[in-house]
């Protein structure tokens, strides 16, 4: 019995030592400002300035009910990487934990999933910025293309550079993300308060 547990003590530390040898050659490079403005703003995403407005005129305020579900579920698997990320810190994220906990085989889904996510991702993101773009009638005549082949070299070039003006650009990005919020925020605040119309409708409660 003592054999059987020594022994898997021994196959447990030496995939331990694995594990953490696929982490050298990293060191932190990011301030705490960062990472919490990032975060934030990472929580504010491409959807709740182009999609919510629509979606928000067909549902109503159920929608946010569902957005209210849906954080509910990205709250527990927020935490759930954060106790993970205590237990061993990994630059690796859902891979790296997929490995150690589920296999290989888990570890090859994640990782595709993973990839396939976060490419579908910059497509939306990257067409939101063309529409955007368009919206304006100064380039109502250059292709959307154009837009969204800019925007993709722009966020490439970003990430091909150090970690530290990544993270200070990121910074400043998601800062104007917040701050639009609360010119979006105050604005809808006054319209309410004023019932001033806007294009023809009545605003405030009736």
């Known amino acids: ?16 030592h694995w594990l953490n040898s696929q982490e050298s050659g990293y060191h932190k490079a ?16 491409t959807g709740l300035f182009l999609g919510a407005g629509a979606r928000l005129q067909m549902a ?6 569902v957005y209210l579900v849906c954080g509910l579920f990205s709250f527990f698997i927020l935490r ?8 061993r810190p990994s630059s690796g994220s859902f891979v790296s934990y997929a490995r150690e906990f589920l296999g290989e085989k888990a570890a090859y889904v994640a990782g595709w999933m993973y990839f396939i996510n976060w490419a ?4 939306v993101d990257i067409t ?16 959307q ?10 966020v490439g070039t970003m990430n091909m550079i150090g970690v530290k003006w990544f993270a200070e650009m990121e910074f400043w ?34």
Do not use: C
């Not at 059987?4 to 030496?14: D, I, S, V």
């Not at 579908?120 to 497509?123: A, D, R, V």
């Not at 063309?130 to 292709?143: I, Q």
């Open 120 to 123: 579908m991702t910059g497509i």
């Open 145 to 154: 293309w154009v837009f969204a082949l800019g925007a993709l070299a722009i």
């Open 60 to 65: 109503g305020p159920a929608l946010a009910l």
């Open 173 to 206: 990005f998601a800062l104007v993300k917040v701050l639009a919020i609360v010119a979006f925020l105050v604005v809808g605040t006054i319209f309410l308060g004023s019932g001033k119309p806007l294009d023809g409708n009545a605003t405030g409660f009736h």
């Open 1 to 16: 019995m003592n054999t059987k547990h020594n022994a898997a003590a021994e196959h447990q530390a030496a995939k331990r």
């Open 80 to 87: 759930a990487l954060g106790e993970l990320v205590l237990h």
């Open 30 to 45: 990011m301030g705490n400002r960062q990472v919490q403005m990032i975060a934030i703003g990472g929580a504010i995403g």
């Open 128 to 143: 939101a910025v063309a529409l955007y773009m368009h919206y304006w009638g100064a380039f109502g005549d250059v292709p």
